[in-house]
Each structure stands twice: as C-alpha cells, then as structure tokens.
C-alpha cells in the first residue's frame, strides 16, 4: 500500500516536473519569437526638412531622390523663407 503511494508520488511530480518544462521552453519560445518581430519592424528612416521648415523622419525605402542639396540651393531656400 505505502510503495503503491510512493510510486503515485513520484509519478505526480515527474508529470509536474514535465509539465513546468513544457510551458519553460514554449515561453522561451514565444519570448524568442517576438525579439525577432521587433528586429524586423526596425525600420531604418532618414531625417529631411519640409518646404515649411519643419525636420521629419521618414522610411528610407520611400525616398526616390538620393541626391543631397547643395550648399548654394540650401542658402537661397533659407533666402527665400526668411524673406517671407
């Protein structure tokens, strides 16, 4: 009767044992999972100036034109706002 108890017992604890390490590594799993979803929503922006002045980010897959301003355009644009 008491061997009958023991074997109930340990038998219990190997299937909380096994249980507590089904739901550690599904949890290290998903923990795993979101790290690399927010790895791939990283987007890598690009800081410009609006006609209005104002300093924007914006992704830089959206920017067709890849030539920089020059320093003379530059100067004449803040020419022409400070002339408004």
């Known amino acids: 009767m008491q061997e009958q108890k023991a074997d109930q017992s340990s038998r219990k604890k190997f299937l909380w044992w096994g249980a507590a390490a089904v739901t550690a590594f599904s949890g290290f799993r998903l923990l795993k999972g979101q790290k690399k979803k927010q790895e791939e929503k990283?987007?890598?922006t690009v800081k410009m100036l609006t006609q209005d002045g104002r300093l924007v980010e914006i992704?830089?897959?959206l920017v067709t034109n890849k030539q920089k301003?020059?320093?003379?355009e530059v100067k004449?644009?803040?020419?022409?706002?400070?002339?408004q």
Request: aromatic fraction near 6%.
């Open 76 to 83: 004449q644009w803040i020419n022409k706002k400070a002339q």
């Open 69 to 72: 301003a020059s320093t003379e």
């Open 42 to 44: 990283k987007v890598e």
């Open 59 to 61: 992704d830089k897959n």
